[in-house]
């Protein structure tokens, strides 16, 4: 099952996947309303992945790391740099700052598979373009894209550390990928066409 929280600020979305028991998160924004919904299921909280290391899509790490000291978080290699890095995952510009510096925060790369719990394998697509650090997910029937594929939107590829021709590149390639799964991108409605097919 995967359950939607469309976050404060930016409108991003996080997503909760879980069976009856194990769950993993995809991006961390508003963490209350996420670590309710684990509370109210009975959830245990297995990995976090995150789609990109833009502050609107991390913001609430700092608090979910606090409650889960050991929690494995998975990013990409430039992902773990930008986390302790203020000015690349653009937190100096907000109120609160990010640099975080942890063993638990660990690289993935492209096509690697990862079984954060006994019944869920995540493969792992490099999506860079809109930011050096975006990675989209594959879990199941679902394709979890962050803001390198939102359909009908055009990537932002202006930032310091964007490739505008590897964004279009990657809009193209997920945007078909995303015909043979639900689509649930960084912001905006999920997409649920595969049982459609």
Not at 37 to 46: F, I, M, W
Not at 98 to 123: A, E, G, Q, T, Y
Not at 170 to 196: C, F, R
Request: charged content about 20%.
């Amino acid at each position: 099952m995967v359950k939607q929280f469309i976050n404060s600020v930016f409108n991003s979305n996080s997503y909760v996947i879980h069976n009856d028991k194990d769950a993993i998160l995809i991006d961390v924004g508003d963490f209350t309303p996420i670590q309710q919904y684990l509370d109210s299921q009975g959830l245990a909280l297995r990995a976090v992945f995150i789609t990109h290391t833009h502050y609107d899509h991390i913001y609430g790490v700092p608090e979910l790391m606090q409650r889960y000291p050991h929690l494995p978080i998975y990013t990409s290699e430039f992902g773990k740099q930008a986390f302790g890095t203020p000015k690349w995952n653009f937190s100096r510009y907000h109120d609160q700052t990010i640099c975080i510096i942890s063993d638990n925060i660990i690289s993935l790369h492209h096509n690697d598979i990862i079984s954060p719990c006994d019944d869920m394998k995540l493969r792992v697509l490099a999506t860079p373009g809109h930011d050096e650090s975006c990675l989209s997910f594959i879990c199941g029937d679902s394709l979890f894209t962050g803001d390198s594929y939102i359909p009908g939107v055009k990537v932002i590829a202006t930032f310091p550390r964007s490739d505008k021709e590897l964004a279009n590149v990657w809009y193209g390639k997920l945007a078909e990928i995303s015909q043979s799964y639900d689509l649930y991108p960084g912001h905006g409605p999920a997409v649920i066409t595969a049982t459609d097919l």
